[in-house]
């Protein structure tokens, strides 16, 4: 009897742990196929999208009238950014493919530039056309390729979940099309992307390919203790000093400490001997000093470095830090480009946070040229219903990564504070932006 | 015995009737500020006091929130000026002192319209009840002006025993451009990614994230970013649902904030779990714990 009451429980037990399985399986199956699809999604859509860029580059050349150019390159740009994000959304990152990416950004880049340039003026020169020409070669063998690479996939039902495992374990799978597809877009695209763009769209990598000059002696190991003892007061504790590596703009060290509960770290230039980064992680305590008292802090601590001529614009308050930013000043010019952020903890006015990359990048004795334009005549390119507080001269990187020169204009409208950036050059109204910076605390309310 | 307990009694009940009486007095008494200077990005207990004072005259109309924002530069600049002293948007003794001396501050008031989430203004001249409006109350309650003094009243004496807790200003500063939100999620990848890392290494990561949306090469959004699939581990594994810790959104913060110690870096991988030939043929910048950030 026992046995046989045994027999069936365990029968039941079987069969609905069977039952219980297949389902599992068909639920994972389904959420497989869901993946499966979005990745095909957007695969197909972005080889639709680079075939129509293809074809609307093919356009710009056949076009004659600005006034339909300007569309057009409005719509290869908005063309390239969709394809762009359809990258994004593959399972692509460990696969080699960046060179495409950067060629459909660069090809964004430049339609943006000529789209909002005023053609009738300016009309597409003759090396803009060359390249255009370059380019819509260039995408027809990117559009050539991945519809080849799709219709193998298509033909023999390939998965995208397969890429993923195949990139994952990096198996070298021989026959994985989709990959190997993908490869071969890469090479084509590298061995003309560099040269192209070289010479006609310079400014877009600008910070990339720009050579930094720092001035000074190169120091080594010893000198960065002996910089960092003087700089915060480390006396007996154990510093941990590194190079960078070969991939570095910057050749620099990197030096970590421990000290009291509170862990520090910094990098320093080898040339010159320039504090690049500072970074002090430690329990803050509750606020004695005000952001004003900080604020003399960062200056002192600044000065300290010799970094002379620069004025701070900005202070925020962030529980209890307080973030500074600090800008140069030349001729009585506010030269944003040369940024500097300093944190300091408002517990006790230490400096607990640094970050001078940005000026030591940029920084330079420049040529400022006098204003063709009067303060006034600036003013007049503002929008009149812009109640116009402060006004100054400065110098800003604009749209296109160059630095212009401009008038700074801080006003109101209704009950927000715009900063408007006016070309002292041709009144260009290079950059209008709404300054906030609170935000309704989502975890009060 | 007994007269102890009768001291006892009488000593109790005497507080009993000073404590609501003190409060009474600190309704009418203008308090003074904080010792600190503020200026525009202060935020916190006496900001709140600023902007309610700079309302009081009606220099600033916007929300008091603690925050010291635009808007309250451009009230303290005008006030500056109205009242002869040097327009620079600093609020020092000179001009906290003009502040005390031509406006009322109730700061019992203020503080439990805020802590109650109430809509709120406080212009001088108006009566207090007039200015409110309850958030998620009955509907009655913003009914007759009769129970509207008396719910002042009450909870002028509801709130004795928290009246020493400073609310929290109902605004937060954010870094321009990004929402809370956004650094909740980037503290979410970061925390998932390298919650073991020593600090400087949380601020790499987050650091890489930024540089990503800024790279030509990855998407230009930091939601595109951090879920590009086979970009970070922890996104694939699950781990960046874990709730992330103050250090790892301090991380970001400071990330935000310009500090960058992985080099412009836009790649990095644990070189003891890394999969890929391909991420070691990088140039590589630096190590910072764990990591190998590069190029």
Redesign the interface.
């Known amino acids: 009897m026992l046995r046989w009451i045994t027999i069936v429980v365990l029968a039941v037990a079987v069969v609905g742990v069977g039952i219980w399985g297949y389902q599992e399986h068909q639920e994972k199956n389904a959420i497989l196929l869901q993946a499966e699809n979005t990745?095909q999604r957007s695969f197909h859509d972005l080889t639709y999208y680079v075939d129509l860029l293809n074809d609307k580059i093919g356009n710009v050349l056949a076009m004659n009238s600005p006034r339909s150019l300007s569309p057009e390159l409005a719509e290869i740009w908005r063309l390239t950014?969709e394809a762009?994000?359809e990258v994004?959304?593959?399972?692509?990152?460990?696969?080699?493919f960046?060179k495409t990416?950067?060629f459909?950004?660069?090809i964004g880049d430049f339609s943006y530039r000529t789209a909002v340039r005023e053609l009738d003026k300016d009309p597409l020169t003759e090396e803009e056309v060359e390249l255009l020409e370059n380019l819509y070669q260039q995408s027809g063998e990117i559009k050539r390729e991945l519809r080849n690479v799709q219709h193998l996939a298509l033909e023999n039902n390939l998965r995208w979940m397969d890429v993923?495992l195949a990139?994952?374990?990096?198996e070298q799978q021989a026959d994985n099309t989709i990959i190997d597809g993908f490869k071969t877009v890469e090479k084509n695209v590298e061995s003309y992307s560099e040269s192209t763009f070289a010479t006609s769209l310079n400014g877009v990598?600008k910070h990339q390919e720009e050579k930094i000059q720092l001035e000074g002696e190169n120091i080594n190991e010893d000198d960065v203790r002996k910089l960092a003892t003087k700089l915060f007061d480390l006396d007996g504790v154990d510093l941990k000093v590194?190079p960078?590596?070969?991939?570095?703009?910057?050749k620099?060290y990197?030096a970590?400490y421990n000290k009291d509960g509170e862990?520090g770290?910094f990098?320093i230039t080898e040339k010159g001997g320039y504090l690049l980064?500072l970074?002090i992680?430690r329990e803050m305590k509750e606020?004695t000093?005000?952001?004003?008292?900080g604020?003399e802090k960062a200056k002192k601590f600044l000065a300290n470095l010799g970094f002379e001529d620069v004025e701070m614009y900005?202070?925020?308050?962030?529980g209890n830090v307080?973030?500074y930013s600090f800008a140069s000043v030349q001729d009585n010019i506010r030269i944003y480009p040369d940024?500097i952020?300093i944190?300091v903890a408002l517990d006790d006015g230490e400096i607990v946070?640094a970050?001078t990359?940005?000026y030591l990048i940029n920084h330079q004795d420049r040529d400022i040229k006098e204003p063709k334009i009067t303060m006034d005549e600036a003013k007049k390119e503002v929008n009149p219903r812009v109640e116009i507080?402060e006004s100054s001269l400065a110098i800003i990187d604009n749209d296109l990564g160059e630095e212009v020169l401009c008038y700074e204009f801080i006003g109101?409208l209704g009950?927000?504070?715009y900063r408007i950036y006016i070309n002292a050059m041709d009144g260009f109204e290079e950059r209008v932006e709404k300054?906030?910076?609170?935000?309704?605390?989502?975890q009060?309310? | 015995m007994n007269v102890k307990k009768a001291i006892c009694f009488i000593a109790v009940f005497l507080l009993m009737m000073t404590i609501p009486l003190s409060n009474y007095e600190q309704d009418q008494v203008s308090e003074a500020f904080s010792a600190r200077t503020l200026q525009k990005g202060s935020s916190g207990d006496d900001v709140i006091e600023l902007q309610a004072r700079l309302q009081y005259i009606g220099f600033y109309n916007g929300k008091i929130d603690g925050i010291f924002g635009w808007g309250t530069y451009w009230a303290v600049r005008n006030f500056q000026k109205d009242y002869g002293l040097d327009i620079d948007g600093l609020v020092g003794q000179e001009t906290k002192a003009t502040l005390n001396r031509v406006t009322k501050y109730d700061k019992q008031w203020v503080h439990e319209q805020i802590r109650s989430g109430s809509d709120f203004t406080y212009y001088g001249g108006t009566p207090l009840n007039k200015q409110t409006k309850k958030k998620q109350t009955t509907t009655q309650q913003a009914a007759p002006q009769k129970t509207g003094t008396n719910t002042n009243k009450n909870t002028n004496t509801n709130t004795t025993t928290n009246n020493n807790a400073s609310p929290t200003p109902t605004s937060v500063n954010v870094p321009s451009g990004y929402s809370q939100n956004d650094i909740q999620l980037m503290a979410n990848a970061v925390y998932g990614e390298s919650r073991g890392e020593p600090y400087e290494g949380q601020v790499a990561v987050a650091a890489v994230i930024l540089n990503r949306v800024e790279s030509p090469s990855f998407p230009n959004t930091i939601s595109g970013v951090i879920f590009e699939p086979r970009a970070f581990t922890a996104v694939a594994d699950g781990q960046i649902w874990m709730t992330p810790n103050e250090t790892a959104k301090r991380a970001v913060l400071d990330a935000i904030n310009g500090m960058d110690p992985s080099g412009g870096a836009i790649y990095y991988f644990n070189p003891a779990t890394a999969t890929s030939d391909w991420i070691w043929s990088r140039p590589q910048i630096k190590r910072i714990g764990e990591h190998i950030f590069c190029k």
């Open positions: 990745y950014s762009h994000s994004g959304q593959l399972p692509l990152s460990l696969l080699p960046n990416e950067e459909l950004s660069n993923q990139l994952a374990n990096n990598t590194t960078t590596g070969e991939g570095s703009d910057i620099m990197s970590s862990h770290y990098d980064s970074i992680s606020p000093i005000g952001l004003y008292d604020s900005n202070s925020v308050q962030y307080g973030v940024a952020q944190k946070g970050s990359k940005e507080q109101v009950e927000d504070t300054l906030e910076q609170a935000e309704i605390n989502f009060t309310t």
